[in-house]
């Protein structure tokens, strides 16, 4: 199966790419959604912690944890506010919050050839052939 690499560059795309592969992802909304209703109906179906994310953005910013339902109107109009002031763009997605995570994040370097540089931190990088088909 083909992958478009560039579909990991938006969260809602990735998560669908993800999905796709057959990857265990986190539970959490399948399209980006836009208001707090929609929100507020995944809160309820769903419970309880959840992460609000901006599905267009990264690097924490348009990101708001909710924890009571109570919550769901006024933490998701923050995060779709700073979400759209930093990347021009509103729509979130949700998530279900892993609380107390281990995260592991990998940086991927390529060369339109076939050879590819992976930094897991600045102690260790290794070099791989490897191809992206980019549609």
Known sequence: ???????????VAARQTAIAAGLPIIPGTEAAVSTPQE????CERHGTPVIFKAAYGGGGRGMRVVTELSQVEDQFE???????????NGEM????????PRHIEVQIVGDHQVTCAAALNEHFTFTKQCVFLLN
């Open 1 to 11: 199966m083909k992958y478009n690499l560039l579909n990991v560059l938006f969260q």
């Open 39 to 42: 929100a507020k109906e995944f």
């Open 78 to 88: 923050r995060a779709r506010s700073e979400a759209l002031s930093a990347f021009g």
């Open 93 to 100: 997605f949700i998530e279900k919050l892993v609380e107390r």
